[in-house]
T-cell receptor, first 114, second 113 residues
Framework: NSKVIQTPRYLVKGQGQKAKMRCIPE?????VFWYQQNKNNEFKFLIN????????QIDMTEKRFSAECPSNSPCSLEIQSSEAGDSALYLC????????????FGHGTKLSVL | GEKVEQHESTLSVREGDSAVINCTYT??????FPWYKQEAGKSLHFVID?????DRKQSQRLTVLLDKKAKRFSLHITATQPEDSAIYFC????????????FGTGTSLLVDP
């Protein structure tokens, strides 16, 4: 069973609506990743954090997506204005360190934008 | 940027046979190559990994081979069991401070009992 907890499991939004999902990393893991997995099993890296600091993010994340990992609270990923193309499985993963470490994944949040 | 390709989208073997899944990558700087497994209804789960300082790693029935010259790596599963049926994803990354994995698109392995 995954120790990375993602909520909600399913999220349905209309175009233009905000969509927010949360992730609690495995205890003791300071590094958190967000990936988008589409129906063709293509993974897109979105952003990663070490503790509360952003390590890397892609352009898309800078524009319509916002993410944070506050101390003592779940990490979150929010899409400001959902588009049909955002429909995908959003995976959160955590790891022990910043240097090529094994990732522990949550079950994901499946977002459907109608 | 880095691209990782998995050459078999599906693979079907009989229980007890071996299975081989192949991947290629483009970035010569890639130094870390993990494999993940996704069973139906479950999250991605780490299987095995290899780093670029070795060309072979074995863990029980699993062996990973790395050919840096060809920029190719492969997962070998011996004595397959029905429980090995899943989608297997290969990935590659590099970097010591802040890394991100680039994934292949998965190989669906079916082990027939």
């Amino acid at each position: 069973n995954s120790k990375v907890i993602q909520t909600p499991r399913y999220l349905v939004k209309g175009q233009g609506q905000k969509a927010k999902m949360r992730c609690i990393p495995e205890k003791g893991h300071p590094v958190v990743f967000w990936y988008q997995q589409n129906k063709n099993n293509e993974f897109k890296f979105l952003i990663n954090f070490q503790n509360q600091e952003v390590l890397q993010q892609i352009d898309m994340t800078e524009k319509r997506f916002s993410a944070e990992c506050p101390s003592n609270s779940p990490c979150s990923l929010e899409i400001q204005s959902s588009e049909a193309g955002d429909s995908a499985l959003y995976l959160c993963a955590s790891s022990r360190g910043v240097s090529n470490e094994r990732l522990f994944f949550g079950h994901g949040t499946k977002l459907s934008v109608l | 940027g880095e691209k990782v390709e998995q050459h078999e989208s599906t693979l079907s073997v009989r229980e007890g046979d071996s299975a081989v899944i192949n991947c290629t990558y483009t970035d010569t700087a890639s130094s870390y190559f993990p494999w993940y497994k996704q069973e139906a209804g479950k999250s991605l789960h780490f299987v095995i990994d290899i780093r670029s300082n070795v060309d072979r790693k074995q863990s029980q029935r699993l062996t990973v081979l790395l050919d840096k010259k060809a920029k190719r790596f492969s997962l070998h599963i011996t004595a397959t069991q029905p429980e090995d049926s899943a989608i297997y994803f290969c990935a590659a990354s590099w970097g010591n401070m802040g890394y991100k994995l680039t994934f292949g698109t998965g190989t669906s392995l079916l082990v027939d009992p």
